[in-house]
């Protein structure tokens, strides 16, 4: 069974710009998390999507903003780009084996300049 | 609100030796996962063990086990003869067993095992 992918592994974007991160997550896995990876900050929860819905959402400013398709793969954008959303974001499913276990994707990491 | 803490920032140690990385954790909740987390230079987040807060039984997985002390609030991992590939950050997690699936991680513990 193939893991989680996430495209593009590397993005560099400028301050003011937007982006959109993309996952698709373990066939059959409906849950979709996103996470923020800085030094500063460690590893923080953006949100979460199952079955097209956004079950929870972390504190996160406005300008974070997700989705998720009726394939289970999900989007994340970030609008207005600022030096601080320079991070590794990565994104994890989760099957339904009642065992809450997240499995990673490889990540992509933003450089804002 | 739920907190992970890791207080051990860096560790090293000698190929072969056991190493023990502590987390603690704070929750109002009674039933939940924990997790650790290995995080290799690559960054490709790798399960390393889990623990369910309903059983008294400490999760073993080949040279990996855990401490796990509910009433404590502690959730320490013990690597068995330690190997070069296990040099990783090493992030302890938390989850509640119902509602969203979100994760609260530790600060982690950079691990790095000397040949």
């Known amino acids: 069974k193939a893991g989680v992918t996430q495209t593009p592994r590397y993005l560099i974007k400028t301050r003011g710009q937007q982006v959109t991160l993309s996952c698709s997550p373990i066939s059959g896995h409906r849950s979709v998390s996103w996470y923020q990876q800085t030094p500063g900050q460690g590893l923080q929860f953006l949100f979460e999507y199952f079955s097209e819905t956004q079950r929870n959402k972390g504190n996160f400013p406005g300008r974070f903003s997700g989705r998720q398709f009726s394939n289970s793969r999900s989007e994340m954008n970030v609008s207005t780009l600022e030096l601080g959303d320079s991070a590794l974001y990565l994104c994890?499913?989760?099957?339904?084996?009642?065992?809450?276990?997240?499995?990673f994707g490889p990540g992509t990491r933003l450089t804002v300049l | 609100a739920q907190t992970v803490t890791q207080s051990q920032p860096e560790m090293s140690v000698q190929e072969a030796e056991t190493v023990t990385l502590s987390c603690t954790y704070d929750t109002s909740e009674n039933n939940y996962y924990l997790f650790w987390y290995k995080q290799p230079p690559s960054r490709q987040m790798i399960l390393v063990i889990r623990?369910?807060?309903?059983?008294?039984q400490n999760a073993t997985e080949n040279r990996f086990s855990v401490n796990f002390q509910k009433a404590a609030k502690s959730f320490s991992l013990k690597i068995s003869d330690s190997q070069l590939g296990d040099t990783a950050m090493y992030f302890c997690a938390f989850i509640q067993i119902q509602g969203a699936q979100k994760l609260v991680f530790g600060q982690g513990t950079r691990l790095t095992i000397n040949p």
């Open positions: 994890a499913s989760t099957g339904l084996a009642g065992n809450n276990e997240q499995f």
């Open positions: 623990q369910e807060a309903y059983k008294q």
